[in-house]
């Protein structure tokens, strides 16, 4: 405490203005990260959503006639799908 007493008034305005600002800075940056991170997890809930619906629309044929063949083929291109 000493020696922020000895300081000048300048000195004292310049290291206030400077802390100001680099909490600026972090709640910013904070600010972007938490914005980032919440638009790329919607990002993926959407795209898993999208997936999920064809699917069900590829899938839904063959669930209901009982047809093997094409079952194996939609479980097939959903498997290319998953590997992307």
Known sequence: MDQMSRLSI??????MSMIATV?????VCTAFLVYDYSKFRNDRVE??????????????APISFSDEAAATEALAVLKNVLKW
């Open 47 to 60: 795209g898993l959503r999208a997936l999920g619906d064809m699917v069900a629309t590829g899938s839904t």
């Open 10 to 15: 300048k000195r004292k305005l310049t290291a």
């Open 23 to 27: 909490v600026a800075l972090l709640f």
